[in-house]
């Protein structure tokens, strides 16, 4: 059985050039202007307004589904510092677990090697700064992209099913599956963990639609979705326009 802390030596995104596509209309707005929302599994300890705990929730619409069909596209490895402050923006980070990111001023290492956040503590099994990963999927009803960043005890059900992608040597869009949602109970606490269903291969034409989506999404980057959230400046109702700091 493999350890859930063992890397699996995925491959990350290529460096492709994303290809532009606007529905009339649209024609002048280019990649830096799309913004692909993220899908999160609504906890208990969610800081969502209205939240069903145990739902995907997509903050693209506000939409709370039970079980999601989806398409992976592609994964990034990353870390993550979390702050004691339940909804405060992370302490520290990194796409890429080379080194934080520069959306964090003040990073507390130059690196992720040799950082002591990154090493567990003398006791605990892992570290302060957690590694996940960023998963940019499209669901299969709607074609919406999205990303999906799994870490902690979603992060052992995630990796086996990206194994069997990497043991049948097969793309990621080559495949379609069902994720829905189990309630794990222990003393003193609750959370949700997604379960996959078994892997549907899809027929050549699929591949083909799917394989375009990839070329298509192939420059995304988490970071950048996160840091749109965090600049986003508060909307002052009463004066009816974005405070200015």
């Given at each position: 059985?493999?350890?859930?802390?063992?890397e699996?030596?995925?491959?990350?995104v290529?460096a492709?050039?994303?290809t532009?596509?606007?529905?009339?209309?649209?024609e002048?707005?280019?990649?830096?202007d799309l913004?692909?929302?993220?899908m999160?599994?609504?906890?208990p300890s969610?800081?969502?307004?209205?939240?069903?705990?145990g739902?995907?929730?997509?903050?693209?619409?506000?939409?709370?589904?039970?079980?999601?069909?989806?398409v992976?596209?592609?994964?990034?490895?990353?870390?993550?510092l979390?702050?004691?402050?339940?909804?405060?923006?992370?302490?520290c980070?990194?796409?890429?677990?080379?080194?934080?990111?520069p959306r964090f001023?003040?990073?507390v290492?130059?690196?992720?090697?040799?950082?002591?956040?990154?090493?567990p503590k003398?006791?605990?099994?892992?570290?302060?700064?957690?590694k996940?990963?960023?998963?940019l999927c499209?669901?299969?009803?709607?074609r919406?992209?999205?990303?999906?960043?799994?870490?902690?005890?979603?992060?052992?059900?995630?990796?086996?099913?990206?194994?069997?992608?990497?043991?049948?040597?097969?793309?990621?869009?080559?495949?379609?599956?069902?994720?829905?949602?189990?309630?794990?109970?222990?003393?003193g606490?609750k959370?949700?963990?997604p379960?996959?269903?078994?892997?549907?291969w899809?027929?050549?034409?699929?591949?083909?639609?799917?394989?375009?989506?990839?070329?298509?999404?192939?420059?995304?980057?988490?970071d950048?979705?996160?840091?749109?959230?965090?600049?986003?400046?508060?909307?002052?109702w009463?004066a009816g326009?974005?405070?200015?700091?």
């Amino acid at each position: 059985v493999l350890d859930p802390q063992i890397e699996l030596g995925i491959q990350e995104v290529p460096a492709v050039q994303p290809t532009h596509h606007a529905p009339a209309g649209l024609e002048l707005m280019d990649h830096e202007d799309l913004v692909i929302p993220r899908m999160v599994l609504v906890q208990p300890s969610s800081q969502i307004e209205d939240g069903i705990t145990g739902s995907f929730y997509l903050n693209l619409t506000g939409e709370q589904i039970e079980e999601i069909e989806i398409v992976f596209l592609s994964l990034t490895k990353g870390r993550v510092l979390a702050s004691a402050i339940i909804g405060d923006k992370p302490l520290c980070g990194s796409s890429d677990r080379v080194k934080p990111s520069p959306r964090f001023e003040n990073p507390v290492s130059e690196k992720c090697e040799g950082c002591p956040m990154s090493i567990p503590k003398q006791g605990s099994r892992f570290p302060a700064c957690t590694k996940n990963y960023s998963l940019l999927c499209v669901l299969t009803e709607s074609r919406i992209p999205f990303w999906w960043t799994v870490k902690a005890t979603a992060l052992w059900p995630t990796q086996k099913v990206l194994t069997q992608f990497a043991f049948a040597d097969r793309s990621l869009f080559e495949a379609k599956v069902r994720i829905h949602t189990q309630l794990v109970t222990k003393p003193g606490k609750k959370y949700y963990v997604p379960v996959y269903s078994k892997l549907e291969w899809l027929s050549e034409e699929e591949k083909r639609e799917f394989a375009a989506l990839y070329q298509r999404y192939a420059g995304e980057n988490p970071d950048r979705v996160f840091e749109l959230e965090e600049e986003a400046k508060p909307f002052d109702w009463e004066a009816g326009e974005e405070e200015t700091i």
